[in-house]
């Protein structure tokens, strides 16, 4: 062994056998590590949950004929925007308007038998009087005269339902909203009743948006005020989140939620109602709705960078305290906004938790910390 890896052992060696207390001096005086700090401040905090939803229309009409016939005409655009009464399709009127025509002579013809059975009934009634007609013969006048009359009457039905349905050859919006493409073809032949649409319009603004919620948080959002939990006039407006991981700038507000769990899932939907003025939400969409829970009081937001976990794997923060050592701190993390850490306790306001340098420093040591400048809010 040479000379220089022996005297290398040697130093080893003595600083092996140094007692504790002198390993942890000499520690001491090393120069202060900087690190970076956020002072903490107790706030009110509003929890959320993030749950899947869809896109629902908040009205929708799917076009079909009431009348048989051929398609002649569409009077509309694909894809464009109709107001509740526009004329959509065209059918072949024709055999409508001849039912019509029929109509009108047979409430014509109805009239005249009518009329003569009144002028009937005024002659047989004369004749009573002069004792020439019997009272059965003015019996029999009444009866014809009201039978007369309840065949005009048919014949009036009649003429209304071919009226309706010659209107119904002109096919209109029943609501108003964006119509998609057409589902049929000029010269196609329609059947009232027919099981598919000829397009279909979807109101747009506003939307409904479908959140699955399981029934444990349901639960736990009806029984506010357990566990620090405070209801507030703003639990039902809600937020979105799009599929681009953009929030939507409009907020929307709970209308209502089933009043069943499903039981395969454990979920209960909620509707809720999200104004749409530039229709950016569009029916099956999938976003993520932020429903709130309730606000906490006096919780404080720890950047989520400062917090570490323990070996049993409880939550854990390093502070720099008045002397500038540092000091581990076990956490209560309710949950998480944003960047942050909800946390109910082990901080107060004032502590000061290290947030940078953290691989540097032990629990003991002296530290420089520096505050870290404002970051910018997030939603």
Do not use: C, H
């Amino acid at each position: 062994m040479s000379f220089a890896k022996s005297a290398f052992l040697s130093i080893l060696i003595a600083a092996a056998t140094l007692p504790a207390g002198a390993v942890a001096q000499e520690a001491a005086k090393a120069p202060p590590q900087p690190v970076t700090v956020v002072t903490m401040k107790a706030q009110s905090v509003t929890i959320t949950s993030s749950l899947p939803g869809r896109v629902v229309a908040s009205g929708v009409a799917e076009v079909r004929p009431q009348v048989n016939g051929i398609i002649t005409k569409r009077l509309f655009e694909e894809g464009s925007r109709v107001k509740a009464g526009d004329v959509l399709y065209q059918i072949d009127p024709a055999t409508y308007e001849a039912q019509v025509v029929a109509a009108k002579a047979a409430v014509l013809e109805a009239q005249v038998n009518l009329d003569s059975a009144n002028r009937e009934l005024d002659r047989v009634q004369s004749l009573l009087k002069s004792n020439v007609a019997s009272q059965q013969t003015v019996d029999n006048a009444v009866a014809k005269r009201d039978s007369a009359n309840a065949a005009l009457e048919v014949a009036k039905a009649q003429l209304l339902t071919a009226n309706i349905d010659l209107e119904r050859t002109t096919i209109r919006a029943q609501i108003s909203g964006a119509i998609g493409r057409s589902l049929t073809t000029q010269g196609a032949l329609v059947i009232s009743g027919q099981t598919s649409p000829l397009a279909v319009i979807r109101k747009l603004d506003p939307v409904y948006v479908d959140a699955a919620q399981s029934a444990a948080d349901l639960i736990r959002w009806k029984r506010k005020g357990i566990e620090g939990l405070v209801a507030t006039k703003d639990d039902t407006k809600v937020k979105l989140t799009l599929a681009d991981r953009t929030v939507y700038e409009q907020t929307g507000e709970l209308t209502a939620a089933e009043p069943n769990v499903d039981e395969q899932t454990g979920i209960i939907t909620l509707r809720l109602e999200f104004p749409n003025p530039k229709e950016l939400l569009l029916p099956g969409m999938y976003v993520q709705v932020e429903m709130p829970q309730g606000v906490i009081d006096d919780a404080i937001l720890v950047p989520q960078e400062g917090v570490s976990r323990d070996r049993r794997g409880n939550p854990t923060a390093l502070i720099a305290n008045a002397d500038n050592v540092v000091e581990e701190r076990t956490l209560t993390v309710l949950g998480d906004r944003g960047s942050d850490w909800i946390v109910t306790d082990g901080l107060e306001t004032g502590d000061r938790v290290i947030v940078e340098g953290l691989q540097k420093i032990a629990v003991g040591a002296t530290v420089a910390p520096e505050e870290r400048a404002a970051q910018p809010v997030k939603n």
